[in-house]
């Protein structure tokens, strides 16, 4: 976001290592030696931990992605340094820098997550022996790791974009903050408007914590189908926790403007969560296609272990997909004007309201959202598809009547979460429809999250049969 009369570095110059250039071949040979012995070592861990079935313990679960985690690390900088000492060359792009310098933070700390991991397991192993199974379950492993990635990708974000800003030049005119307009309504309905979307974002947030803690205290509901719904659960939470309360609050105290930092997180953010919301309602319509349509293989099928690496793949590919989405929009330009035609920094309206040649912009969303948009959306259809030729295949028509219930309910709010953002971003749009963009958002960034928990949850048998256990408890106890 950066204005165009700015005199920017485009390149860095690497000095290398502090050694004589008679010595370079010496020191290139040690190097390159030591860069093969990292990768092939650490490719022959991971190939003995994957081929032997005795070592699918935690200890060597943790050890095969430190192994996968040092190939990465060691590179992102070996690689480019061996390539400088061959070729005598110093330089290195401005885009480059920024990148090795976010992947070597990252990297760097999932290392250090992971080293610390093998720690705990080894002091419950040997302290703990007894309980070693039941401490060091598969479950927690898994957490551990994910939760390993995800501190490290946030950690690594900040720093870049930490980083990004002070490498500005000091004689730049730079975009401090945008004024967000918000909802296109008139001053006199300020009152009516904001005590609807409150009451809508509380309904949210209080209908999702419901639904997290019955699948929590409920041991009945820890099932495949229950798991994806309660990460759901969490995520519409967070997406609707990135744009509502700014919006609330700017209504509140009648202010537009927000920090170009405050935009770039909000941008991040809103884009994770709302790809994460994406994955999620693909992973839970596999899930009902597995049990309907294979129910004999249900279980085989939706394993434990395939229920995490969905949720992982999902978190690892929403943060890719925000963070290149982000980098992206920080490199435009912003000249004609800082006004936001919006309630939260959309990545739509920044396009429209930017300078500079979007095209690079235009062309990763339709590629990217192919892949986070597209395709989980039309693997939603196909799954709901089979299901309902399954169904029909049934003789009972209270069995079919109830599946086609749920079921169109289910499409009936996907479709209007897909729709939306289909609409805004790959539907190309004129100038001029900026209040039916805000519209749309509404929809698909605070509709849809309240919508959830009745559509998935509230309306389901169990859910309130578990909501009955936990009152009932609790009169009694009183």
Known sequence: MRRDNQSSVSEFLLLGLPIQPEQQGMYYALFLGMYLTTVLGNLLIILLIRLDSRLHTPMY???SHLALTDISFSSVTAPKMLMNMLTQTQSISYAGCICQAYFFLMLADVDSFLLTSMAYDRYVAICHPLHYTRIMS????FLLVVVSWVLSFANALLHTLLLRKSMRRDNQSSVSEFLLLGLPIQPEQQGMYYALFLGMYLTTVLG???IILLIRLDSRLHTPMYFFLSHLALTDISFSSVTAPKMLMNMLTQTQ???YSGCICQEFFFLLFASLDSFLLTSMAYDRYVAICHPL???RMMRQS???LLVLVSWVLSFATALLHTLLLARLSFLRSNTLPHFFCDLSALLKLSSSDTTINQLVILIVGSVVITLPFICILVSYG???ATILRRTSIKVIYKTFSTCGSHLSVVSLYYGAIIGLYFVPSSGNTNDKDVIVSVFYSLVTPM????????????????LRNILTRATFSV
Not at 138 to 141: A, F, H
């Open 386 to 388: 089979h299901i309902g």
């Open 297 to 299: 293989h249900y279980t």
């Open 257 to 259: 403007s927000i920090s």
């Open 208 to 210: 999702n914590l419901l």
């Open 451 to 466: 919508v959830n928990p009745f559509i998935y949850s509230l309306r389901n048998r169990d859910i309130k049969g578990a």
């Open 61 to 63: 679960f943790f050890l």
């Open 138 to 141: 598969q479950n927690l492993c």
């Open 306 to 308: 395939l229920c995490f």
